[in-house]
């Protein structure tokens, strides 16, 4: 069964104060890794997939890597409107489903 | 124009009631989901349809009926409605041949009095 743990569940943050997010999964065969943003309220908004170790995807202040086991969204510099609960999610080869993480939470302090 | 909808937003009910979720996507997608997210907000599949069939059911009440009159919706029924069954639940879409990117309404909250 795919399974994906993230850490830290919950991170505040100083404005401008550049931080990870860790999602550490197991799959069987990876056929791709999602991120997400999810704000109070509404439903996840798709950020990133990335399919092979060594890949990287950025958009503004948010850049994703992923590696064999884990992935990571670094937030580079935030603002306070980075702050929502960022989800990751696996998919493998043979499955239609995404298996969740309970998310990283970030709150950033103007 | 929203990509996927689902309709009511909120919904306060009586246990024991009968209720539904209607849901509708237009972007030609073949696949939608049903998922529930939980007080902890973690989201667990609940069924996924292709094309109007069934292809993911997971261990979920038999009260809960999802019924997909076309591949452009999939609509959630839930009959004798429990407390534990108060949660946000969320459609959402894909392109077949999964897993891709899935693409989500804005959620029910559901609560149960």
């Known amino acids: 069964e795919d399974q994906v743990t993230q850490s830290p569940e919950a991170l505040r943050l100083q404005e401008g104060e550049s931080s990870s997010l860790n999602c550490s999964y197991t799959v069987s065969g990876l056929r791709g890794l999602f991120w997400y943003r999810q704000d109070p309220g509404k439903g996840p908004e798709f950020l990133f997939t990335?399919?092979?170790a060594g890949e990287e995807k950025e958009k503004e202040r948010l850049k994703a890597t992923l590696t064999k086991k884990e992935s990571f969204l670094h937030i580079t510099a935030p603002k306070p409107e980075d702050s929502a609960t960022y989800l990751c999610a696996v998919g493998s080869y043979g499955n239609n489903r995404l298996a969740f993480g309970k998310g990283n939470q970030v709150v950033v302090i103007p | 124009d929203t990509a996927v909808s689902q309709t009511p937003k909120y919904l306060v009910t009586q246990m024991g009631n009968d209720k539904s979720i209607k849901c509708e996507q237009n972007?030609?997608?073949?696949?939608m989901y049903w998922y529930k997210q939980d007080s902890k907000k973690f989201l667990k599949i609940m069924f996924s349809?292709?094309?109007?069939?069934?292809?993911i059911n997971e261990t979920v009440p038999n009260r809960f009926s999802p019924k997909s009159p076309d591949k452009a919706h999939l609509n959630l029924h839930i009959n004798s409605l429990e407390l534990g069954d108060s949660a946000v639940y969320f459609c959402?879409?894909?392109?077949?041949?999964?897993?891709?990117?899935?693409?989500f309404g804005a959620g029910t909250r559901l609560s149960v009095l």
């Open positions: 972007l030609g997608h073949d696949t």
């Open positions: 959402a879409s894909s392109q077949a041949g999964g897993p891709n990117i899935q693409y």
């Open positions: 990335l399919y092979s």
């Open positions: 349809y292709n094309n109007k069939e069934l292809i």
